[in-house]
């Protein structure tokens, strides 16, 4: 991925940075520029979220797209945060372990890598809250 | 509005075509199409591919004027555009034409659709159809295709108690079915057993719950339906188009084991064709992996929601059952050449109606159904066909 197209997501990737809309209250993440439930009557603000949810649905992946190949066998989940929106990430914790429902908690890790020597992408990863 | 009909049918086989290019399969399926339409170049209005991404499986963009020009009507300059909606591009390019028709703006129309999956690598086919989901929100974040899928069916068995075989159920029925298919790719039977012990893909998918890596093209020539017997004496009617969005990231989903789309542009599509889900009597549902089969007969209205496995268990869904569904092999045993899927299903439909499906012919099939899926349901398009007018 270019270099400009990951940085411009660093808030988001990084610290859960999404956004909030004022005139319903709901919350994004992703950060969107328009609220899909008010549209052009929304008022969009930048939200921080707290990083706890639970897990809706999750698989375990045996066979990863390129950057991810070197941590397979790896768990994926869809994750509902604690202010709403459902967000795709992985779940680092025992496959074994892992299950609907679990209660989980955001962490700062590399996601993926580009090759041997290549850029490293960090970003968020959630691990059972504790 | 004009009624369509379908009046000529064309396809490659499916399978890994080393010796074969893009422009060989497309042009190949264009020509079948208009030779049993019995239809001349001179009389094209315009042409209509559905491709999802030649740009990355085959470097190549400008699709429209490449098909034209192969397909030997750039001399005549007739209009044609590439319509991309991922794995859902055939039947948009299907939707797309049949609107012309019916508009009154065109009247001989080709709706194609083509992919040439295997000029790159499996890591290359694998990072192209992952565009089909959110690059940067699923993909980026350690999502594959086949986890997202995956994601539905741990969902679907744990709300419905869906089971493992059941999955496995899908992909037994549909490689019988190509076994009688002569154009499809895996042309062997499966046992559960097979599938059960085949390797993990993303748990609790394995690779035979997955359609494969697929060259293919297949085309339909379209008319208005008052002048289709000009041209043959079994034309299929167009009762329905109908297509529908949601979505492109499986989290922001309402209901992560329903395709949304499906339902609408099922609901639409029923509405137009004023029949019911009953009155169906084959479908072509895209069965990407095994689960996607389980939520379309459910989303599609055949059966309640949550009851697609156990119906897949007692033979609902088999040739012989009360709605064969996927008689061709569907995408999991015919091929999934991802832009060619949609059309593919419509020529299967129209072979079937006409009563020349040979050893997999549904008996006294009238009434056929094509339902096509982009990513995990960002986009859906269903169309009705119909020997009646």
């Not at chain 2, 300059?77 to 019916?102: D, E």
């Not at chain 2, 192209?128 to 295709?145: N, Y």
């Not at chain 2, 890596?213 to 020539?221: K, L, S, Y």
């Amino acid at each position: 991925m270019a270099v400009p197209r990951f940085w411009r997501n660093i808030p988001a990737r990084y610290n859960l940075i999404g956004t909030k809309c004022l005139t319903c209250e709901k919350c994004y993440f992703p950060p969107r520029t328009t609220c899909p439930a008010c549209r052009r009557a929304g008022k969009i603000e930048m939200h921080k979220f707290e990083g706890i949810g639970e897990v809706v649905t999750y698989t375990v992946i045996h066979s990863a797209s390129e950057g991810f190949d070197r941590q397979t066998p790896y768990v994926l989940a869809i994750i509902r945060l604690d202010e709403g929106p459902c967000m795709t990430a992985q779940i680092v914790c025992d496959p074994n372990e892992i299950e609907i429902g679990m209660k989980v908690q955001s962490i700062f890790r590399k996601i993926a890598e580009e090759g041997p020597d290549g850029v490293i992408c960090y970003g968020t990863k959630f691990a059972p809250k504790r | 509005m004009r009624e369509v009909a379908i009046i000529g049918v064309g396809c490659t086989n499916f399978g890994e075509m080393w010796n074969r290019s893009f422009r060989d399969i497309f042009v190949e399926a264009g020509l079948s199409a208009l030779e049993d339409a019995s239809v001349e170049g001179e009389e094209i209005d315009a042409l209509f591919v559905g491709n999802m991404s030649a740009g990355k499986f085959i470097d190549q963009e400008h699709i429209g004027s490449l098909i034209a020009d192969y397909a030997g009507l750039a001399s005549l300059h007739v209009p044609a555009v590439r319509l991309g909606a991922a794995c859902a591009s055939g039947g948009v390019a299907l939707s797309q034409g049949v609107l012309a028709v019916a508009s009154g703006y065109y009247d001989i129309v080709v709706a194609g659709g083509a992919e040439k999956m295997t000029d790159v690598g499996t890591g290359g086919a694998i990072d192209a159809l992952a565009s089909a989901a959110d690059r940067e929100w699923e993909v980026l974040m350690g999502a594959t295709f086949p986890g997202l899928y995956a994601m539905i069916a741990r969902l679907h068995m744990h709300k419905y108690g869906t089971t493992r075989e059941q999955l496995a159920m899908v992909a037994v029925k549909n490689h019988l079915n190509a076994t009688m298919n002569p154009k499809a790719q895996y042309r062997g039977e499966i046992s559960i057993d097979e599938v059960m012990s085949s390797s993990l893909v993303a748990d609790p998918l394995r690779i035979l719950d997955c359609s494969p890596i697929t060259d293919g093209a297949a085309a339909v020539v379209l008319a208005p339906a008052e002048i289709a017997k000009k041209y043959t004496e079994s034309p299929v009617y167009v009762k329905a188009s109908a297509q529908a969005t949601d979505t492109i990231s499986l989290h922001d989903r309402r209901d992560i084991t329903t395709l949304d789309a499906t339902v609408y542009a099922a609901k639409k599509a029923y509405k137009i064709a004023s029949i019911r889900p009953i009155d169906i009597d084959l479908a072509e549902v895209h069965d990407c992996f095994t689960i996607g089969e389980i939520c379309a007969i459910e989303d599609l209205g055949f059966v309640p929601k949550g009851n697609g496995g156990p119906a897949t268990e007692d033979g609902l869904t088999a040739l012989d059952g009360k709605i064969p569904v996927n008689p061709s092999g569907g995408l999991k045993a015919c091929g999934h050449p991802v832009g060619a899927t949609g059309i593919k299903q419509a020529v299967e439909t129209v072979l079937q109606l006409r009563g020349e499906a040979g050893k997999r012919q549904v008996s006294g099939a009238e009434v056929g159904l094509t339902h096509n899926v982009g990513g995990t349901g960002g986009t859906a398009v269903v169309h009705i066909l119909s020997i009646n007018r």
